[in-house]
């Protein structure tokens, strides 16, 4: 099975939610699809179609991001371009706390969302939703995760979702609960 | 009477609209208040408020920003220190038009929002605010105007804001409707 993704970070972690070692990243001579969807669900369906158009296989993919409540829900699916280009975490991560840098410590609630999507050609797509809230903080802490994880804590933990282990990490998160939720639905389907 | 700014443009403008020349910006020594509220309105207050308090005057002041549909009506608040920092109109637009690079022609609706204050020891406060709808372009252009009129096309126009003079700008803008309102509204209460 493909993972429609150049992110090995991201294949990391959805091989340990999934349980499997059998997923690897998308051929890296496919080229790219521009993910012009204003959602999370679209633009997963757009990437994972790309690559199973390209080879014929099963394809899992996801696209996630951080909903800030006092910025309206961005950066949402702009998360992983939100400086204006992609793959600059820390270009994106400096951004946002900058954007923020006036905001009281009662207006930073913000969420992680995750759309994941099953496309294999003859098969109905699946798609499944996670979500994990929690509130920003104003400076990074913790060597774990990518992506805005160090500046992130979620609900209920005192640590970022750069401190805590892969293992909880993964128990929690938004790419956890909707690859989990992917799987039950492959299984009902009876896709291995 | 103050206008609480130190926005150059925005006087102008702001002289154009309520047709009198007996305004003025803040005194340079008194330094900014933290616009931390995540309203127009309540960024307004606090800007009149704060130069009210240390000078006795009338004041009046607007909060103003961009409002993107498919940003969840970001930069909104955050319009003037959107590259995370204030006052860098050319890096404020260059990161909105990065952010936006992949959204098509059917989803780049924004509008223009300004609330606008009047504020004065022993009177009641004022508000009113005005709302200019339109688009947004992929480059530059014009030379009027200031902050992202050169990448906004109001509804009803081919010309971006900055191609509009400023007498048009005036008549249609979020700023124009605000502060006539103000006008009007000072003029019920009896005050010139």
Redesign the interface.
């Known amino acids: 099975m493909i993972l429609a993704s150049r992110n090995a970070h991201k294949l990391v972690e959805v091989r340990q939610i999934l349980g499997r070692e059998d997923i690897d990243l998308s051929p890296g001579n496919l080229g790219d699809p521009?993910?012009?969807d204003?959602t999370f669900a679209g633009n997963a369906l757009i990437k994972a179609r790309y690559v199973a158009e390209r080879t014929g296989e099963a394809v899992i993919a996801d696209d996630s991001g951080l909903c800030v409540d006092?910025?309206?829900?961005?950066p949402?699916v702009?998360s992983a371009?939100?400086?204006?280009?992609h793959g600059a975490d820390d270009e994106n991560t400096?951004?946002l706390?900058?954007?923020l840098?006036?905001?009281?410590d009662d207006?930073r609630q913000a969420k992680f969302v995750c759309a994941a999507v099953y496309v294999s050609p003859g098969q109905p797509d699946i798609i499944a939703t996670g979500i994990m809230p929690g509130r920003l903080i104003r400076e990074r802490r913790g060597e774990g995760g990518f992506g805005y994880d160090p500046i992130f804590v979620p609900d209920g933990y005192e640590q970022t979702a750069a401190e805590l282990t892969s293992r909880e990490k993964n128990s929690i998160s938004h790419r956890g609960q909707a690859f989990r939720a992917l799987k039950a639905e492959m299984t009902r389907f009876g896709i291995e």
């Open positions: 521009v993910e012009d204003v006092v910025l309206g829900g961005s949402g702009f371009r939100w400086c204006g280009r400096d951004l706390l900058g954007q840098n006036d905001v009281g207006l």
